[in-house]
Each structure stands twice: as structure tokens, then as C-alpha cells.
Nanobody, 124 residues
Framework: QVQLVESGGGLVQTGGSLRLSCAAS????????IYWFRQVPGKGSEGLVC????????FYEDSVKGRFTISRDNAADTVDLEMHSLKPEDSAVYYCATQGSGACPQELTDFRPWGQGTQVTVSS
């Protein structure tokens, strides 16, 4: 089964850090751009950041620039999202996904989850 499996979420205090991981299952993600987005019930989906197959990064959300870092480990077939200085408004279910291309899309419109997501809750 082709899917992306997110992990690493949890409950942290404001100002804390978390590292989320996205692992490919059933395919090799090395050739594809992988992006992270988040969903809050009642607020829809928000694209965050993407990393291309060559390692180029593209941020879609200004509020996470300087706080979130995306990286990929092709040997492990994972893409990580390192989050620092977390705020209560970062609380959401976080997903990783791909559109099947090596390049990051200039605009994110596809927010279909590939996995179950991982819950991040930031307490005030």
C-alpha cells in the first residue's frame, strides 16, 4: 500500500519544540517533492513548506518561516519537519503529502491526506 506515515506529534508548551517525521511506505519518496500541511477542524488546511527531490525548499506559510525547518534523509526515505518556538496557533493535525513531481508546486491546492497525520498540541 502506497502511503506516507507521519509521526512525532505530541503535547508541548508554548515555546517548545517538536520534530515530525514522514516515512514513505510502498514507494520510494526520493524522487518526489514532499510537503507538509496542517488541518484544524473548522479552519481548513494550511500549506506549510515543501522540499523538492533535489533538496530545494519552498515555504507557503510566512508564520512558520524561521521557526520550522524541513529536511530529507534519502537513505532513510524520510522527510522531517523540525518545529521550534511553537505557539498555541500551531496546534493542528500535521500531514505530509506529495503531488508526484520532483519539484515543489508554486501553490498548494491538494490537501488530501496520504496518512493518518500526527496531532500537535501546544498549550499556552
Amino acid at each position: 500500500q502506497v502511503q506516507l506515515v507521519e509521526s512525532g506529534g505530541g503535547l508541548v508548551q508554548t515555546g517548545g519544540s517538536l520534530r515530525l517525521s514522514c516515512a514513505a511506505s510502498g514507494f520510494t519518496s526520493d524522487y518526489y517533492a514532499i510537503y507538509w500541511f496542517r488541518q484544524v477542524p473548522g479552519k481548513g488546511s494550511e500549506g506549510l513548506v515543501c522540499i523538492s527531490s533535489s533538496g530545494s525548499k519552498l515555504f507557503y506559510e510566512d508564520s512558520v518561516k524561521g521557526r520550522f525547518t524541513i529536511s530529507r534523509d534519502n537513505a532513510a526515505d524520510t522527510v522531517d519537519l523540525e518545529m521550534h518556538s511553537l505557539k498555541p496557533e500551531d496546534s493542528a493535525v500535521y500531514y505530509c503529502a506529495t503531488q508526484g513531481s520532483g519539484a515543489c508546486p508554486q501553490e498548494l491546492t491538494d490537501f488530501r491526506p496520504w496518512g493518518q497525520g500526527t496531532q500537535v498540541t501546544v498549550s499556552s
